[in-house]
């Protein structure tokens, strides 16, 4: 094979890694009109009612983070469920979003979660085993710095101090700008309000809502997520708990703070926050 052959083999096949990795892209997103507004230093706000890859609206929220300017944590409550806006309020945030999955009836996360550098909760290998959809990790250490990965086992989290703040959720959407392989799920396929967190570069962080179950946003599945993460060039991304929980909180604005149209009452309006355990909080 000559070198000029060898060199159109490497090229072809980096393309072809490039446009795999970049497949799916929300077709027309970069045309989509936003309300932009900047909060604070390193903290904007973006939202749209608008319509993507069909004819049911969506109505969607993105805060954009620079974790250089600002600080993001988990805060949990082990014992009991609470509204994202209380939560949000009671730890002086300057937003939120809900975070992990839950037991909505008895309280406490229903996979591994450390906050402060704390886990709460014993026995964590027997209280929260493996889950196939929970295959994603946000770790957040103690500078701040902000990873989304595979998650590990349980012990390796226990026995990792540098990691303040450690929550397992799922399912990975996005890692090192490749597209993880869902599972057929009725979490994965259905349509459903959504939460997530992805990271753009080396320094910003996404968080997004889409809501969802109303005639007013309809709600997508977690390949349509997916995609709308790569439109917002996340490298990294995995889903957060969604449905009735998806919820996100800014501080002094209507509504208690609350930014987008939570479902648990089953309206589109910002009365139906649903008790979660742990949210994500920027300040």
Known sequence: MTTFTSYRVFLSFILLTVFGNLSGQIVHFN??????EKITSGLVWKSSHTILNDSIPQNINILIINIHKRELSLSYNPKENKLVSNQA???GAIAAVNA????IKNGGSATYIKTGGLINDTDTA???TKNSNMN??????KNGHVTIEPAKSNSWYDSHTDYQDVLITGPLLIYEKGKIPLP???LAINKHPRTSIGKIGNHKIV???????????KGVTLTELTDIMISLRCKNAVNLDGGGSTTMYIAGKPFSGIVNMPCDN??????GERAVSDILVVK
Do not use: C, M, Y
């Open 31 to 36: 045309k989509i009109k936003w309300e932009k």
């Open 89 to 91: 309020t009671a730890n």
């Open 184 to 186: 057929s799920t009725p």
């Open 100 to 103: 992990g999955f839950f037991n």
């Open 207 to 217: 968080l997004i809502t889409l809501d969802g179950r109303t005639n007013q946003a």
């Open 266 to 271: 089953k309206k589109f309006d910002h009365e």
């Open 126 to 128: 027997k209280k929260w």
């Open 136 to 141: 994603g990790a946000v770790l957040i250490d």
